[in-house]
C-alpha cells in the first residue's frame, strides 16, 4: 500500500486532480508543503472603472422619448479626484467625432437635496477613453471631465455634446461617493 501511495504521489497527474485538502490529508506533513498551492500573504483590488461607454442605442432613445444613460462608474471616495470620461463612440455616425461640448451638469441623485456630492473641476476636454479604464480607446469620442467627491451620495453627470456632423447627443452616467475607511 505504501509503494503504491508512493507512486501515485510521484505521478504530477494524479497529484493535480486532488483536492487540496485531500491532498494534504494523505501525505506525510513534512512533504505537504511543496505540493499545495502557495498562499496569498496579499489581496489586490480590481482595477476601478472611470470611463463609461455608451450603450448601442434602442429606437426610444433615437426618437428621444428617454435621456440614455451610460454604464455607471467605479465609487470615488470623498476626497479623490478621477478624471472619468463618457464615451459616445456608440452613437456616432462612421468617421465622426466630438466637434464640442455644449454642457457639463451634475446634480445630486440619491439622496436628492443636500449639499453636493460631486464638483467639476477645470474645463471638460474632448479626447480618449483608454479601453483599460473602460471606454473605446476611440479618439476624440469621448468626453473627460475632472470630478471631486465631497460628499457621500450619488450624482448624475450629465453632458451635452454636438458631433462633427451636426448632430446633438445627450448621455448620462451615475457617480457613486463613498466615505473612505
Not at 104 to 128: E, K, L
Amino acid at each position: 500500500m505504501a509503494l503504491l501511495a508512493q507512486r501515485l504521489f510521484a505521478d504530477p497527474r494524479f497529484i493535480s486532480l486532488l483536492p487540496a485538502r485531500t491532498l494534504a490529508s494523505l501525505m506525510p506533513k513534512r512533504q505537504t508543503a511543496s505540493l499545495l498551492p502557495s498562499r496569498k500573504l496579499a489581496s489586490t483590488m480590481p482595477p476601478r472603472k472611470f470611463a463609461s461607454t455608451m450603450p448601442r442605442r434602442k429606437l426610444a432613445s433615437i426618437l428621444g422619448l428617454a435621456m440614455p444613460q451610460g454604464p455607471d462608474f467605479s465609487q470615488m471616495d470623498v476626497g479623490e479626484t478621477p478624471t472619468p470620461a463618457l464615451d459616445f463612440v456608440n452613437w456616432l455616425t462612421p468617421g465622426a467625432t466630438l466637434a464640442s461640448i455644449t454642457s457639463v451638469v451634475i446634480t445630486n441623485y440619491s439622496p436628492t437635496g443636500g449639499a453636493a456630492f460631486v464638483t467639476a473641476s477645470g474645463s471638460p476636454q474632448i479626447g480618449t477613453a483608454p479601453a483599460a479604464l473602460g471606454g473605446s480607446g476611440t479618439a476624440n469620442t469621448a468626453v473627460l471631465q475632472k470630478l471631486t467627491g465631497v460628499n457621500p451620495g450619488t450624482a448624475r453627470i450629465t453632458i451635452t455634446v454636438v458631433t462633427s456632423d451636426g448632430q446633438t447627443l445627450i448621455g448620462w452616467a451615475h457617480q457613486p461617493v463613498g466615505q473612505p475607511d
